[in-house]
């Protein structure tokens, strides 16, 4: 387990009064308050070690135990030995990873700070007793062809098993909210809330651009020049299409409502665009040579 | 059409541990719009995350309405812009992928 120096955390020194104490956590909280960093994970670890500097520092007692003890964590060893029959309150229990959790009013204890403090309440905030669980954040992969359609998926989340609804046309690095989602709160307190944030890997040889969809569709050059039916694919399956005579190389076919699904919107699809690519014949016979050298003599 | 649900404000002042009076500021100072039936106060279920932020902003980080009323429009705009920087990341990797 790794010492936390909670007043570097603060930018403090150790004969700082409480009042400089208090204002330091105050500016700092302020600074990486999780309501004030929309959807900034570096701001939450920010905090919650703001918090637990606070929760230490901002009273004597737990102060002075920090001080006497948390200096000497070396030697929590022989403190252990020292202490053995005093209840389950002896500083430095056995070691773990260093480890802050998402929320704020409670659950916002490193191991560090729970073997010596025991587990943390948030017993400092201005309004006691009930407190809003923490907040989950999860991330969750899909394929391109899974947020075509919308689907069930269960989710593991702390050892519990969610169903939720994905709706089609989620786009990738979308952030939704599961409320109530979180942990539970503290002393019948509002549970947190789930946020999921998708990574959408493109498993199509379409592009997507929003709600439509581009792809390139290779004609010969006879279909080309001459017009004729050919079959695209499409997310929803195979369409005929017809191609005009003279059609050149590049141009692009929009085919209204076989794209994307609009996210929350049923019925509603994006275009699909299918950009012409004309593919010459290689290995011509000699008749065909033939008939070329003719044509372009004409 | 899609039905609100709503809570008495009475029930989120008793789990939120703060007085009624606090939310009838907050609808003075037009942070909050609160709807009632009859006699009773209620949230609409949109505006508890809103309530529960202002909550939090005020008692916690000790801001003062003034305060929350300035960084509630930026809150917005910091969240449109960071959907905004998300959509064109995701145009940006389409171009890179070519």
Request: proline fraction near 3%; hydrophobic fraction near 30%; charged fraction near 25%.
């Amino acid at each position: 387990m790794e010492f936390i120096d909670y007043y570097k955390i603060l930018g403090l020194d150790k004969n700082a009064s409480q009042e400089d104490i208090r204002k330091a956590y105050r500016k700092l909280a302020r600074k990486h308050h999780p309501d004030l960093n929309p959807n900034d994970a570096e701001a939450h670890r920010r905090f919650q070690q703001i918090n637990e500097a606070n929760e230490v520092l901002g009273d004597p007692e737990k102060r002075k135990k920090y001080d006497q003890y948390g200096k000497d964590w070396q030697h929590a060893d022989q403190f252990e030995k020292a202490g053995q029959g005093q209840g389950p309150q002896q500083p430095f229990g056995s070691g773990g990873q260093q480890f802050y959790t998402e929320g704020f009013e409670e659950g916002f204890a490193s191991d560090f700070f729970e073997s010596l403090f025991g587990h943390a309440t948030g017993s400092r905030s201005r309004r006691t007793g009930r407190f809003r669980g923490q907040d989950y954040e999860a991330g969750l992969q899909l394929n391109l062809t899974d947020a075509y359609i919308t689907h069930q998926q269960t989710l593991t989340v702390n050892g519990k098993n969610i169903r939720i609804t994905i709706p089609a046309g989620i786009e990738n690095g979308q952030k939704i909210r599961l409320k109530g989602h979180g942990a539970p709160g503290v002393n019948g307190g509002p549970s947190g809330d789930l946020y999921i944030t998708f990574s959408i890997h493109n498993n199509t040889a379409f592009r997507r651009s929003g709600d439509d969809l581009h792809t390139t569709l290779t004609i010969d050059l006879y279909t080309a020049l001459l017009g004729g039916e050919v079959t695209a694919d499409t997310l929803a399956g195979k369409v005929k299409l017809k191609i005009k005579p003279e059609t050149q190389n590049d141009t692009r076919i929009r085919l209204k409502g076989k794209g994307f699904p609009v996210y929350k919107k049923e019925g509603e699809y994006g275009d699909l665009y299918l950009t012409i690519q004309v593919q010459l014949p290689t290995n011509l016979t000699s008749q065909q040579k033939d008939l070329f050298t003719q044509l372009s003599k004409m | 059409m899609q039905a609100t649900h709503y809570i008495a404000a009475a029930e989120f002042c008793s789990s939120h541990q703060v007085e009624l009076t606090f939310i009838h500021e907050l609808q003075q100072n037009d942070l909050l719009e609160l709807s009632a039936e009859g006699q009773e106060l209620l949230i609409s279920e949109e505006q508890i995350s809103v309530l529960e932020k202002i909550v939090r902003l005020h008692f916690d980080l000790e801001i003062n309405l003034e305060g929350i009323a300035a960084i509630l429009p930026l809150l917005e705009r910091v969240e449109s812009l960071q959907r905004e920087m998300t959509a064109l990341r995701n145009k940006l990797g389409r171009y890179e992928d070519i």
